[in-house]
């Protein structure tokens, strides 16, 4: 087992500058999970970690030991891909045991570790197969119980379920899960899927443009995000924003008056603010109030135990959570009540978020 320290890693392609200064520590045991749209530099800082991206400036320690250097059978990690790559000439045996054979592992040896791995991973009853026999589930543990059996210090999944339906995704990323708490091997997992994140990590390493926006469990990141990007990016539907104005102890804009108590809040006199607030976290009101937000019904989405309602607020797109039961029908107007110490305030600048800490 093995922690991971990153300090001040950058990546260089040329004159363009991908991941400038990433910095983090990974204890031992621990599950990460780095999570950010496509092109954020999540794949680059994975592929730098195991040694298939040469690292431009900074030092990367595995266990202790400055790892820049070194080749990647050397670091001490196993990589899960997001395709497969198993060899389809191959049988599932062969393919498990490749890589022990290629470092001239007893034949004795090999077979005991193919027959530990794929028991904990159910492939016992594949051993004799070829990779096109078995389903995109099975073909993934295969290439789960190939990097598993070098028993390496450290996992890296690169996007392992992509490839996968939405069921099987559901099935895989508990695999995964009960595998982690089962090896305890420290593992950095790479994903687009804010689900997998979620569900997965100890902590999740939000990143945007390269840059680390957020590090935190997943309750802090969804909870307490730092930044309206992290706001934004969490949370299915996503959080509800509004470009308001501070008036004394109102929020003010575009046909919105929002009376809340700003206490939670570092923001100043006129300050132009974005508020925010999850679908989920509306409630419907019978009456205007203070907090209250009025619209008509434009689309209702239905759940099944829920309804997603949109509906407009001057220029903003609202969406809200009722119970199936409860639905209006489209084109009624509705109002949505807010509970204040459910509210985000961001700074409309910087983006940052003007809760005290």
Known sequence: MAGILCRNIRKKYGEVLVVPDFNLEVTDQEFIVFLGPSGCGKSTMLRMMAGLETITDGELLIDDIVVNDLEPRDRGIAMVFQNYALYPHMTIRGNIGFGLKRLKVPAAEIERRISDVTEVLGLHPYLD?????????????????????????????????????????????????????????????????????????????????????????????????????????????????????????????????????????????GQNVILGVRPANLQMATSEGPQVLSGTTDLIEYHGDQVLISFDVGSHRIHAFVPARERPKEGVGVKFSLNPAEVHLFDSETGLSLLRV
Not at 193 to 217: F, P, S, Y
Not at 238 to 252: H, I, P, Q, V, Y
């Open 129 to 269: 197969r070829k990779p096109t026999e078995l389903s995109g589930g099975q073909q993934q543990r295969v290439a789960i119980a190939r990097a598993m059996i070098k028993t390496p210090k450290v996992f890296l999944f690169d996007e392992p379920l992509s490839n996968l339906d939405a069921k099987l995704r559901a099935t895989m990323r508990e695999e995964i899960a009960r595998l982690h708490r089962k090896l305890r091997t420290t593992t950095i997992y790479v994903t687009h899927d804010q689900m997998e994140a979620m569900t997965l990590a100890d902590r999740i390493v939000l990143m945007k443009d390269g840059k680390v926006e957020q590090v935190g469990t997943p309750e802090e990141i969804y909870e307490t995000p730092r930044t309206h990007f992290v706001a934004g990016f969490i949370g299915t539907p996503a959080m509800n924003f509004l470009n308001l104005r501070r008036d004394g102890s109102a929020l003010c804009g575009d046909g919105i008056d929002l009376t809340l108590d700003l206490s939670r809040f570092n923001v100043g006199k």
